[in-house]
């Protein structure tokens, strides 16, 4: 059970972070020229 609980946890932070890169970047102008 262990083992279901780590890669659900796994999968979780990977959508987690998908959002927020996803959020960060429609909130952020695309001015890399800037960075």
Do not use: M
Not at 1 to 29: C, M
């Amino acid at each position: 059970a262990k083992g279901v609980v780590f890669r659900w946890r796994s999968h979780a932070n990977l959508f987690f972070s998908n959002w927020l890169n996803y959020y960060v970047y429609q909130e952020t102008p695309y001015d890399l020229e800037k960075l």
